[in-house]
């Protein structure tokens, strides 16, 4: 299927272990980009990458890890889960950093008990 | 720097006119829009550059005060659909473009 996808949808983990968020995308879109998604915080940045093996970091990194080894791949690597880590992830796609439309991933809903 | 959204939450009857504001303190390149539906991804509506145009998609459109760093996006005869949380997104400019900056949101409920 063409677009973006993301997975799992739904993780349930505990503290101090170590998950992994999947996002492919089929556009071959240069950017792709982290964000989590809190009540009151709208969507902030955690990472994003130019290109493969190019990433730098958003406004939230810390506890966070990413790769980018193929173009369509960007997973997302919480090495030591904490609760402050449950939220909603979105993954997201586009042209260019700032003037090209994101295209959004269906979300990551994770858990940390 | 996150920009400022209002209001931050609003409800309209079917019909009814909204606006829904976003102030940023840095110079912008680009506001961008997207609204969410609960339990969904943000959805893309529309993109503004610098340059003050103003857009339309349907029933909707926004416009870009680039003196102000401000945008608004226009909601009239509100439909029920149009239900959702709305996000600006901006883009600073300096050397090139940076990453978007999302807003908090403004949740708005059209209500029959």
């Known amino acids: 299927d063409a677009g973006i996808t993301q997975s799992p949808r739904y993780k349930i983990t505990e503290t101090g272990r170590q998950v992994t968020l999947m996002c492919h995308q089929t556009?071959?879109?240069?950017?792709m980009f982290w964000y989590r998604q809190d009540l009151g915080h709208g969507l902030r940045l955690i990472y994003y990458?130019?290109?493969?093996?190019?990433?730098d970091k958003g406004e939230v990194p810390d506890g966070y890890v990413v790769s980018r080894s193929k173009t369509e791949n960007f997973p997302l690597t919480l090495e030591s889960a904490t609760r402050s880590q449950t939220s909603v992830y979105f993954c997201a796609s586009s042209e260019s950093k700032g003037v090209d439309t994101q295209y959004f991933g269906p979300g990551t809903r994770l858990t940390v008990l | 720097q996150q920009p400022v959204q209002s209001p931050q939450a609003v409800i309209l009857r079917e019909g009814e006119d909204a606006v829904i504001n976003c102030s940023s303190s840095?110079?912008?390149?680009?506001v961008h829009w997207y609204r969410q539906k609960h339990g969904e991804a943000p959805v893309f509506l529309m993109i503004l550059l610098k340059g003050g145009e103003q857009k339309g998609h349907d029933k909707i459109s926004a416009s870009f005060n680039e003196k102000k760093q401000q945008s608004s996006l226009y909601l009239t005869a509100s439909q029920l659909s149009y239900s959702g949380t709305y996000f600006c997104g901006t883009a600073a400019f300096y050397s090139g473009n940076t990453p978007l900056v999302f807003g908090k949101g403004t949740r708005l409920s059209v209500i029959a």
């Open positions: 556009w071959s879109h240069s950017y």
């Open positions: 990458s130019a290109a493969a093996d190019i990433t």
């Open positions: 840095k110079a912008l390149y680009s």
